[in-house]
């Protein structure tokens, strides 16, 4: 196999997806090399990657329904590419040892697109609950690439509003993990509007249902996690203000940490004077 060029490997990515050099996105589809930025995801050919890596991971079989999905009606933009191959992928799973399997051979590939439909992957099998899909997901929660990061809290959305409650008791021991990207995994799986995904009603109209969780990262070292926390009381505070600048008020007196503070700010942002 060809080698890569050290300059494509340290590429900063293009600033648009008309830029992106032909040579990085025969690499991409050919799943040998994941995506730098927004511009490279968006040009990547799912059918095609999909050609290269199922077969690699013993799954040939797939490839015909993967892009049979691709090609329905109204899968035109990239999330919903991701979300059409999670369900063949999920649906060419008998159980769950086959679901496992092939999560495990996709998450080993260089592609972080491949990777995603690990993560999609999980969230789409019937065969798992929400404990076995977050069990499944924490490798994919401290991904190094942004995009599997997203695409794995993503994959679990609809499951979390579906029983909030349950799902902050399960996702507080993430709140302590080493990884940065897992405690922030626990605080935008459950933020109340969210971005790119639908709202969730309950914890809009209820936030303090979600305080077990946010707590213990009032002032977590992380920027990424920070901005997440502050991101999850903005949401909060489109319907509920007062209960925000009380939360605040309160982490303000007992945890007065530069992290705090720039948690504080965010939340605040938009609640006035």
Not at 106 to 135: C, I, N, Y
Request: positive net charge; proline residues 7%; charged residues 25%.
């Amino acid at each position: 196999m060809k080698v890569i060029p050290p300059e494509i490997l340290k590429r900063r990515g293009a600033r648009s997806t008309a830029l992106v050099p032909c040579e990085v996105r025969v690499l991409l589809n050919e799943g040998r090399i994941e995506a730098v930025n927004l511009s490279e995801w968006l040009v990547i050919d799912h059918g095609e990657l999909a050609g290269h890596v199922l077969p690699s991971v013993g799954r040939r079989d797939l490839v015909k329904p993967v892009r049979a999905a691709l090609a329905e009606p109204g899968v035109s933009t990239a999330p919903k590419r991701l979300v059409a191959v999670a369900g063949a992928l999920a649906a060419g799973c008998a159980g769950v040892e086959e679901a496992d399997a092939l999560w495990a051979g996709l998450m080993g590939q260089p592609s972080d697109t491949a990777r995603s439909w690990a993560a999609g992957l999980v969230g789409k099998h019937p065969s798992f609950r929400l404990p076995d899909r977050l069990e499944r997901l924490r490798g994919a929660a401290a991904d190094r690439n942004m995009g599997v990061r997203e695409c794995a809290w993503m994959s679990v959305r609809a499951e979390v509003a579906g029983d909030p409650e349950g799902a902050v008791r399960l996702l507080v021991p993430w709140t302590a993990d080493v990884e940065e990207g897992v405690r922030r995994f626990a605080s935008e799986v459950t933020r109340p509007c969210g971005v790119w995904c639908a709202h969730i009603a309950k914890l809009r109209e209820q936030p303090e249902i979600g305080l077990p969780l946010l707590g213990p990262l009032r002032s977590d070292p992380s920027r990424y996690v920070q901005n997440s926390v502050g991101n999850w009381l903005n949401d909060a505070a489109r319907a509920r203000p007062g209960w925000v600048r009380s939360v605040c008020a309160a982490w303000r007196s007992s945890s007065a940490t530069a992290a705090t503070a720039w948690i504080v700010k965010r939340a605040l942002r938009n609640c006035g004077p």
